[in-house]
């Protein structure tokens, strides 16, 4: 595992919980610390999609996912929603990545109009602000034209729009393997070469 290296990560409502759950644990090999926000309405769809009860307590809910995820105890670190003297949400104390996966619509759009009222919120204005690297996986069909203006918004903010798209030229046979290609792509807008999937163009 790369040492001293810090990622913010948020997980809305949106419908795709195996997207977050498959990029905590590839992150978890590559970063020291993860620096996690989930809201209410995502702890639901955990338990919907992904059978997996997460409870308020943010201490409890590291606990949980660090065993799932088969990681190290203290990488993950969880803050609750309005707790505002969590690092995240100072631009001298947070990580200079952050990805949110998967972001609901509500999410990007307080974001793109600079809400922040939440954490996850304003951990995400932070990184903007303070020139770091954002990526939004939007989780939503079809897109209206208030959803892809807000896109354009964050875009041109220097934030990177990555839908939850897989790819299906490497033949995937379980539903694991797409969110792998998802998570794999993550990792190379955030500067990490890894061999999740087998890139394009490359055969075995």
């Given at each position: 595992m790369t040492q001293d290296r810090r990622i913010s990560v948020?997980?809305?409502?949106?419908?795709?919980?195996?997207?977050?759950?498959?990029?905590?644990?590839?992150?978890?090999?590559?970063?020291?610390?993860?620096?996690?926000?989930?809201?209410?309405?995502?702890?639901?769809?955990?338990?919907?999609?992904?059978?997996?009860?997460?409870?308020?307590?943010?201490?409890?809910?590291?606990?949980?996912?660090?065993?799932?995820?088969?990681?190290?105890?203290?990488?993950?670190?969880?803050?609750?929603?309005?707790?505002?003297?969590?690092?995240?949400?100072?631009?001298?104390?947070?990580?200079?990545?952050?990805v949110i996966c998967p972001a609901s619509m509500g999410c990007l759009s307080a974001i793109a109009t600079g809400a922040s009222n939440n954490l996850l919120e304003r951990a995400a204005d932070v990184v903007i602000k303070e020139k770091g690297q954002l990526i939004l996986l939007p989780r939503e069909m079809p897109f209206s034209t208030i959803h892809l203006k807000n896109m354009l918004t964050l875009s041109e903010a220097g934030v990177t729009i990555m839908p939850a798209a897989p790819g299906f030229y490497n033949n995937p046979e379980s539903i694991d393997q797409l969110a792998d290609f998802v998570s794999a792509r993550i990792l190379n807008h955030l500067g990490i070469e890894n061999s999740i999937c087998q890139a394009w163009g490359y055969k075995n």
């Amino acid at each position: 595992m790369t040492q001293d290296r810090r990622i913010s990560v948020g997980v809305t409502g949106a419908s795709g919980a195996i997207y977050a759950l498959n990029l905590l644990k590839h992150l978890s090999s590559y970063y020291s610390e993860i620096h996690l926000m989930i809201t209410d309405a995502a702890r639901i769809v955990f338990a919907t999609e992904q059978n997996l009860s997460l409870p308020e307590s943010p201490a409890k809910i590291a606990k949980i996912l660090c065993q799932h995820l088969n990681c190290d105890d203290e990488i993950i670190k969880v803050y609750a929603k309005e707790n505002w003297y969590a690092p995240v949400a100072s631009g001298s104390a947070a990580p200079k990545q952050m990805v949110i996966c998967p972001a609901s619509m509500g999410c990007l759009s307080a974001i793109a109009t600079g809400a922040s009222n939440n954490l996850l919120e304003r951990a995400a204005d932070v990184v903007i602000k303070e020139k770091g690297q954002l990526i939004l996986l939007p989780r939503e069909m079809p897109f209206s034209t208030i959803h892809l203006k807000n896109m354009l918004t964050l875009s041109e903010a220097g934030v990177t729009i990555m839908p939850a798209a897989p790819g299906f030229y490497n033949n995937p046979e379980s539903i694991d393997q797409l969110a792998d290609f998802v998570s794999a792509r993550i990792l190379n807008h955030l500067g990490i070469e890894n061999s999740i999937c087998q890139a394009w163009g490359y055969k075995n």
